[in-house]
């Protein structure tokens, strides 16, 4: 019986899941887990890559000790890092952190030199100062030189572990380099950036067998013999195909740090409408376009917590916010003073005090803010994407994956709010995709509507139908984020 195994790796956390096929169902366990965060190490926040790999080392040595010989190996993380590899092999410093301030003006200085229309018509990728185009920008240019290959973080893992060097589309496509036509680099952009074509390693799909795992590499630990898979190697990607939508009628929010709001579709949407309203066309497994919206997710409430020494649980947050009368102040999710701040709560209050709203005191009331003003987003981004989609395109089922699928409070907000019925989990979407992907290439499944039926007969689901909701408030939300009360904050 074959064996599959996720390497799931986030910005806080990786674990690696353990899979298989059996009457029928996937089963799913956890192997190890382990932390990750970045540091500052040589002025910029930086990815410890070698102690992921470590950590992927000792996971792979419990699977080999809990009974597996082989299996077949998976990778996916964050999008938008990457690291710079020499002719050797050897990394020419550890990759930078996408929540590091060295990109705060690359944007603007990306705009003297080519507009952020003419930007979105070539990638179809939404503007964001962290993308890996305007990383490269302000990279050091004697590091670029140096570079024999750039490779994203799972492509740099798979690299590592096999000695092949590929860059796999879903996560490629989040570079901004890439054009959706003619699915091929954009060499324009490439010069302005200063990366050369024979830089980057040739794009293969979501699904290609990499190689086998090199264990001579790694004496010190006792391995299984592996197959690597170039799964969906963008995380988001593999939340998605982790979804198990039916049809042509429904909508995703992946629930995580980040909350990743779309349809899944077959042509990029470049539309003059989705450039202002900055939504992305990221590329999924099997030709297909994730037409997303990127929204501060559950990051505002982990921040939240950490800044209360976790003093409470995320469901002890939830309950206190559950207490709390709602909606007594709107916070745009997405202002930059939110990405990366010393103290959330410091930076939700002071946006509170800037804006002359009731400023919130009390974890509850926090917390209360945080979920309110998520599904608020949520239902108006919703109304957004169904406008520029269509009609045709009208949801009727949105499907919350993810960890934050765990959040019924949340969940039952965002069904108010949006008016649709929330169909919650699976919250292991991500790993559940990873390993969807690589039973495609091991052939256990002929497609992924295969794949996904089984996943619908595997795991449990929540059902979150709207209650009544007024309407006053959403339109009330609408208004204060139209006007961008803290723009010029």
Known sequence: MKKYIAIDIGASSGRLME??????????????????????????????IHYLIQEILIGLEKVKRNGT???????????????LVDKTGGLLGEPIAYRDNRTKDAVEDFQRVMSLEKLYEKTGIQIQSFNTIFQLLVEKKELLEAADKLLLIPDYLGYVFTGRGVMEKTNASTMQLLNPGSESWDEELLKLVGIKKEQLPPLVDAGTILGSLLKEKFVDFDLPAATFVSVASHDTASAILGTPGQGSDWGYIS???????GIETTVANVSREAFSENYTNEWGAHNTIRFLKNIMGMWLIQETARMQKYEYSYPELAELAAKEPPFQQFIDVNHHSFLNPENMIAAIQNYCKA?????????????????????????????????????????????????????????????????????????????IGNILMQMVAAKEF???EEGRNCILKSFAFSKHLPQAFDRKVLEQYQKFIAEGAMENE
């Open 355 to 431: 804006t002359g709203q009731l400023v919130p005191e009390t974890p509850g009331a926090i917390a209360r803010c945080i979920y309110d003003n998520l599904a608020l987003c949520y239902a108006s981004e919703l109304e957004k994407l169904e406008r520029m989609t269509g009609t045709n395109e009208k949801i009727n089922t949105l499907h919350i994956v993810g960890g934050g699928s765990n959040n019924k409070f949340l969940n039952q907000l965002t069904a108010d709010a949006t008016q649709i019925e929330i169909s919650a989990g699976p919250s292991e979407a991500t790993a």
């Open 446 to 448: 002929a497609s992924i």
């Open 19 to 48: 899979s298989e096929l059996i009457d029928g169902q996937l089963t799913l366990h956890e192997v190890h887990r382990f932390k990750n965060e970045f540091r500052l190490l040589e002025g910029f926040q930086r990815w410890d």
């Open 255 to 261: 629930s995580g740090t980040w909350s990743l709001l």
């Open 69 to 83: 010989s082989h299996c077949f190996v998976g990778i996916d993380t964050w999008a938008v890092d990457y690291c």
